[in-house]
């Protein structure tokens, strides 16, 4: 059997009308066991797709047999774009976003992933894209091809009964909210969130509306379930914003799922909860999407109201361009430190010197190396969000105490990163 290896670009808002696009999306629903598309849902995926500047790369097979899938299908996809990553405090790096990544199990070991990737990230690196970006379903696939998770999410569980309160009462004003103004509110409060927030990747308008739940995910319709309101602090400046969506039997299981929640800062953020928390007849506030280092436990006058019910990664990051990322990011101290990298698909080999002062980093090449990592920490420690020494306990980071605690004092955000656009 022979493959075809083919390249194309969404340019065109119809996408959809496509008969490539459309064995493209069903072979993706495919891989990621989904139901076959609707119409609906196919013009949504078209119009997220032309927003962001998907380039398609499959794979198709040749001469399948009568009654099998056609050969237009590809038996292999791998979706690319560029996007946009904040490095906190206003600083952002264009991201080669990859995403619908799957191989036909008929046709599996056969390189397609291997060649997909390493084309697609060669391509970026030729571009002067500095990093790569994934989220991932299955994880450990990718560390191979250097990516390593970056930023995590609590999955969080909030009494919000009798025993929810605060130890300060929020200030400011809470409104409900139309899906118009929905709309206005969430574009304006996500444009400062993101560029403050390590690890926020941009949200188009199409995307938005699935994240936000604006419209349901499957037929892009306008959602009847989700409910809206933001917060405005004491001078009238907008900060936040929430969604959610009711989930409990009435009069008995009564549970809130919240959708999405973006605030500008950790005072929004705890008016946002002391709001959700107030509704009447909930007793409990579940949300997928809680920070690591959220203050709301710390927050609460009963800190037992508040569960942790899972921890997951969310964001993947693959250095392509190490003196350009690192330069980029912002830092709390100063100080120098040299590191060597063993990045085996070449594209960051090398030792380097990283120095701060006065909270701007310049990379230069060198010769000694104080510490040695796998390309694949890289993305782990670009955000600042992980400690070296737990990267050295499992072996991923190599070389003297004090050369480790050196790279990891220089490279410490004051707070953990945060990525809310899955993609």
């Known amino acids: 059997m022979d493959y075809d290896y083919r390249l194309s670009s969404i340019t065109e808002p119809d996408a959809h009308e496509d008969p490539a696009f459309q064995a493209w999306v069903a072979a993706v ?18 119009r997220i797709a032309f927003e962001e500047g998907w380039s398609l790369r499959r794979v198709h097979a040749t001469g399948s047999p009568e009654g099998a899938i056609s ?32 191989v036909r199990p008929t046709h599996r070991r056969k390189g397609f992933l291997r060649r997909l990737m390493t084309e697609s990230l060669t391509s970026a690196h030729r571009n002067g894209i500095p990093v790569a970006g994934l989220t991932v379903t299955e994880a450990t696939i990718y560390g191979r091809f250097g ?6 999410r609590h999955e969080i569980e909030v009494d919000a009964g009798p025993r929810f309160g605060l130890n300060q009462p929020p200030a400011g004003r809470v409104e409900f909210l139309t899906l118009d103004g929905l709309a206005r509110v969430a574009d304006e409060v996500f444009a400062q969130f993101h560029a403050q927030q390590a ?13 936000t739940g604006a419209v349901d995910e499957e037929t892009f319709e306008p959602t009847t379930k989700v409910r809206a309101a933001a917060h405005w602090d004491e001078t009238g400046t907008l900060d936040g914003y929430i969604t959610w969506q009711y989930t409990g039997e009435q009069f008995s299981s009564q549970q809130i799922k919240v959708v999405d929640l973006v605030a500008v800062d950790d005072r929004a953020l705890l008016a946002l909860w002391d709001f ?3 509704i009447d007849l909930v007793t409990k506030v579940r949300w997928a999407n809680a920070p690591v280092d959220d203050p709301l436990p710390w927050a609460m006058t009963d800190r037992r109201g508040y569960t942790v019910t899972a921890n997951q990664d969310v964001l993947w990051l693959r250095v392509l361009d190490a003196p350009t990322a690192f330069a980029a990011r912002p830092y709390v101290r100063d100080g120098r430190c040299s590191f060597r990298v063993a990045d085996p698909m070449g594209f960051t080999d090398g030792t380097w010197t990283l120095e701060v002062t006065d909270g701007q980093a310049t990379m230069t090449p060198t010769t000694d ?6 390309v694949r920490v890289l993305g782990s420690i670009l ?13 991923l980071v190599r070389g003297p105490d004090d050369g480790v605690n050196r790279l990891n004092a220089l490279l410490q955000a004051r707070r953990d990163p945060r990525c809310l656009t899955p993609f």
């Open 383 to 395: 955000l600042g969000g992980v400690h070296l020494g737990a990267l050295a306990a499992a072996g």
């Open 71 to 102: 050969d237009d299908e590809p038996v292999a996809t791998f979706c690319e774009w560029t996007g946009e990553l904040s490095l906190g405090g206003g600083r952002t790096v264009p991201l080669h976003q990859i995403s619908d990544v799957t």
């Open 199 to 211: 690890g926020s990747i941009v949200r188009h308008p199409a995307r938005r509306l699935v994240l």
């Open 276 to 278: 959700i928390c107030s």
């Open 369 to 374: 190396a104080e510490v040695e990592v796998d």
């Open 29 to 46: 629903r495919r891989g990621f066991h989904q139901d076959r598309v609707s119409e609906s849902r196919l013009r949504g995926e078209a």
């Open 147 to 152: 990516f390593g998770p970056a930023t995590s």
